[in-house]
């Protein structure tokens, strides 16, 4: 670039001391080469100039749109854009396994507000994947379960798509759970408990306590049914 | 010759977002003044490649375009930026309309300058929180001294909401130039909404009260409506409250006594933090809308209960109204609800520290004050802040408004978060009025009747 420009720069001197020295133009002949040297160079140049036009950035200043409302977010927007995103990064498996470590977390505070488990048992809980009738879920959140046939196959096609089937999975399962809890008295400030009477009770009993004593019932006979199994083993 | 610059008429921060709208960050950076558009870029190969044929081919027509190419190289760039010396007028036919009001706003723009603007256009900076469906633009050219007019309607909601100063562009008649002013206009900036405060039925408020006499019932015996406990008559007892069927069985005077009703401090606490504006859909109010319509609701019926009420924002700023009474008390609550910058439809950009917050709001509160507290429940530092509140004697009632979708895995779960909260809360002995798609004034009477029980 700098040789282009010495030549640039000299050839311009030259004419101007051409202006005062009419004589030194006689050192160029007009022949067929200088003529032609002086078409190759315009075409060199004019194609430089070609490309420049190809690659320039053409700008405009932007005007907004002043007429839109401003749009705030909807809760879990950040969650929704790393369950969504495909393609396998050193940061995107940091988000998910902390997103997982979360979700885990959620978990066990739903089954907390579900009642049913006492505090020292709802890690062990998601552990097994006995909180829930979703396999899918049960193997995604727990650390015993082995992972189920729909699992295996979105493997092949790439961890992301195994980690959305999982937390799709997982946030239904956990929704579902959620449902439960909402349908469990929660004592307020007066101790008042909603729906004690008419359809929320069985008898003197409430129906959301019959449930969880159900669910306790059935997990403790298939404890005892897992040991009798290895005893018999 | 003078532009929005020179003229001074730029925004003093150089704010470039329409109201702190969602705006590409590049556009913060991008030069302002006079901007080569490089729409002509490469005119010179169009002079050069022919005249290069030419003489390679020796064809003479060939130079002779070339010619041609010169000529629009040279149009490109002899052409400069016009001059930018334009004024606008800003008129809006109703300064301070009610909420859901039709405002039209009107711009007329003036060229001052002595040549022609031939490609000029002008946007209005719409504030954030106002939406047009009506383009809030011009284009047009502009003779000197003519003026040009355009109008669009925005419909009113709560706050007190300013323009931004109105962008302009003109342009060289090549296009190979635009020269871009931000001009701030002439006549009306701001339009006030301030609704009115409309009380709802009743609010239930929790057992902490003062020593004057209003609606809360306690468990102190005197004066009121409900049988508290009776006890041996004392000289000067009112006649009325004589247990006279017990006098008359047993002959002994005794007094009958009654839950004693008095009246409560309130402090209306808003979140109102850059992560409570939330909402499950771009049509729906925000949270911290919301909040402030519970709050606006709220603040009139406990006043007419003759209940002290005093407003606080959890959010930056310093948005405080001490507990009062009274008419005077009502009209300075209802201005801080609807145009204190701390509430405003849109977040405000000042940084905000929680945790300082909370030690200087806990100085302000009278120390028999309850908070009725107006949060989306975002985060767990909003379910903090009602359990530290609570556990420091303020007997704390959340009034949350549920901003969360359940569209999407993402959206779902942070419901699933938000339910886990109001559990929290609940279990901690807190009252929470999880608020819904219903009215506010249905919800507090279920709530009412729950809680009553």
């Not at chain 1, 369950?83 to 396994?97: D, E, L, M, P, Q």
């Not at chain 1, 007066?190 to 004690?196: F, L, N, T």
Request: aromatic share 6%.
């Amino acid at each position: 670039m700098r040789a282009v420009a010495a030549v640039g720069v000299a050839a311009v001197a030259f004419g101007f001391v051409v202006v005062v020295q009419r004589g030194l133009a006689g050192l160029f002949d007009l022949t067929y080469v200088f003529v032609t040297g002086a078409g190759v160079l315009a075409l060199v140049q004019g194609l430089r100039y070609a490309n420049d036009a190809r690659t320039a950035d053409h700008r405009a200043i932007e005007t907004g749109d002043p007429e839109d409302r401003y749009e705030v977010p909807v809760p879990g927007d950040a969650d929704d854009e790393l369950i969504t995103r495909r393609g396998y990064s050193r940061a995107s498996i940091k988000r998910r396994r902390e997103f997982h470590q979360h979700l885990r977390r959620v978990a066990e505070e739903t089954l907390r507000a579900r009642g049913d488990y006492g505090d020292g048992e709802v890690s062990a809980a998601v552990d097994d994947g006995g909180w829930t009738d979703d396999p899918v879920a049960a193997w995604f959140l727990g650390s015993d379960v082995p992972p189920p046939p729909g699992a295996r196959l979105r493997r092949l096609l790439g961890t992301d798509a195994e980690f959305r089937y999982g937390v799709v999975h997982a946030v239904d399962a956990l929704s579902a759970a959620r449902a439960d809890a909402d349908g469990l008295p929660v004592g307020d400030a007066d101790g008042a408990v909603p729906d004690a009477t008419g359809d929320g009770r069985v008898g003197s009993v409430p129906r959301h306590v019959l449930g969880g004593v159900r669910r306790a019932g059935r997990r403790r006979l298939d404890a005892a049914r897992d040991a009798l199994a290895e005893v018999r083993r | 010759m003078t532009d929005g610059a020179a003229g001074g008429r730029e925004p003093a921060d150089g704010s470039t977002g329409a109201n702190g709208r969602n705006v590409d960050p590049l556009e913060r950076i991008r030069p302002r003044g006079v901007v080569p558009t490089g729409r002509w870029t490469g005119m010179a190969a169009l002079a050069l490649v022919p005249v290069g044929l030419g003489v390679l081919l020796r064809h003479p027509p060939l130079v002779l375009v070339g010619a041609l190419g010169v000529a629009f190289a040279g149009y490109a760039r002899g052409d400069t930026a016009p001059d930018l010396d334009v004024t606008i007028e800003r008129e809006l036919s109703d300064p301070t309309p009610d909420p859901g009001d039709e405002v039209t706003v009107t711009l007329r723009i003036r060229n001052d300058g002595d040549g022609v603007l031939p490609d000029l256009r002008a946007v209005d900076g719409v504030p954030a929180a106002l939406a047009t469906d009506d383009p809030a633009r011009l284009g047009t050219a502009l003779r000197p001294g003519r003026t040009a007019t355009f109008s669009y309607r925005v419909t009113a909601i709560r706050g007190a909401h300013e323009w931004d100063p109105v962008h302009v562009l003109a342009r060289n008649p090549s296009g190979s130039r635009e020269r871009d002013a931000r001009i701030d206009a002439e006549g009306a900036t701001t339009l006030r909404c301030a609704p009115e405060l409309e009380a709802t039925a009743s609010l239930p408020l929790r057992g902490l009260t003062t020593v004057y006499s209003g609606r809360v019932p306690t468990d102190v015996g005197g004066a009121g409506i409900e049988f508290h406990s009776t006890r041996e008559y004392r000289h000067g007892d009112p006649a009325k409250r004589v247990n006279w069927a017990r006098y008359a069985r047993t002959g002994e005077l005794s007094t009958l006594e009654f839950r004693e009703e008095r009246a409560a401090t309130v402090v209306v606490c808003i979140d109102a933090r850059e992560g409570a504006y939330l909402a499950p859909d771009p049509e729906s109010p925000n949270a911290v809308e919301r909040s402030v319509e519970a709050a606006a609701q709220a603040v009139p019926a406990l006043l007419d209960s003759g209940d002290r009420v005093g407003v606080a924002a959890f959010a930056p700023g310093d948005c405080r109204l001490d507990p009062g009474v009274g008419d005077d008390h009502a009209a300075r609550a209802r201005e801080l609800l609807a145009t204190h910058p701390s509430l405003a439809p849109t977040p405000s950009d000042e940084r905000f520290l929680p945790t300082t917050w909370v030690r200087r709001f806990r100085r302000w509160l009278p120390a028999d004050a309850q908070v009725l507290f107006c949060t989306p429940l975002p985060d767990d530092y909003a379910a903090t802040v009602a359990r530290r509140l609570d556990a420091y004697g303020h007997a704390v009632t959340v009034i949350s408004p549920d901003p969360t979708a359940d569209d999407t895995p993402g959206h779902r779960l942070a419901g699933i978060e938000r339910a886990n909260r109001v559990s929290r809360l609940r279990s901690a002995g807190i009252r929470v009025l999880d608020w819904g798609e219903e009215s506010l004034a249905t919800e507090l009477e279920r709530a009412d009747a729950r809680w009553s029980r």
